[in-house]
């Protein structure tokens, strides 16, 4: 389990294609710090396994099914992820709980920039608008974000100079791919309503025949 609170922003030095996906190696440098083989890391959101640690840096194993719902498929040596080691009970939630299981990808379709503030608008699938929520909670690329504005197939946020400076969201421009992780309680109400619709539908046309 994550926070949606990001650690550090590091570099991808290394990718190997292995069967059935690929491996990243990360200089993690003092992220490493008592991490153990086995371990969960968020990349980019994307919770994955530590399978080799050497001194400043971890090599991540990657499925395809991650590469074909992420943005890591598209990671070349030399890029920076976002990076938040796993968090442990009785630490501080300042973001929300987020699992490190990407639902889907968006584009950056807008940015406008305004004094201390960044008013960024992303492109989605339809399908997603129902998870999301204004007030809502919303993990970008791991980054836990709270949604301003919802439309047909896109919502905003607003990003303060902070979560730039410290973040890879401050490295990207209109047209960038990101990670999305929509609010894991918000679908669970979402999804149970849509499985109840038609036994409730039916009754009620059982109803008004009876």
């Known amino acids: 389990m994550f926070t949606g609170i990001i650690q550090g922003v590091r570099i991808i030095s290394a990718i190997t294609d292995i069967e059935g996906g690929r491996r990243l190696r990360i200089q993690l440098e003092s992220l490493i710090d008592n991490l153990q083989q086995g371990a969960s890391v968020a990349v980019n959101g994307v919770c994955l396994t530590a399978v080799l640690i050497e001194k400043e840096w971890a090599e991540f194993d990657i499925i395809q099914e991650s590469l074909d719902r992420s943005n890591l498929g598209a990671l070349r040596v030399g890029d920076h992820v976002d990076i938040e080691r796993a968090c442990h009970y009785g630490d501080e939630v300042g973001g929300h709980q987020v699992t490190g299981h990407v639902d889907c ?11 201390n503030n ?43 100079p902070e979560t730039l400076q410290q973040t890879v969201l401050g490295q990207k421009v209109t047209g960038d791919t990101v990670n999305l992780e929509f609010d894991h309680t918000t679908k669970v109400i979402v999804q149970t309503i849509q499985s109840l619709l038609p036994e409730i539908k039916g009754q009620l046309l059982s109803d008004l025949n009876a």
């Open 118 to 160: 960044q008013d960024v608008t992303f492109n989605c699938e339809k399908k997603w608008g129902a998870y999301l929520i204004p007030k809502g909670w919303i993990a970008i690329d791991g980054i836990s974000l709270t949604v301003v504005g919802v439309g047909e197939n896109w919502f905003s946020v607003s990003l303060i």
């Open 105 to 115: 990808t968006g584009i950056i379709g807008e940015i406008l920039i305004s004094p």
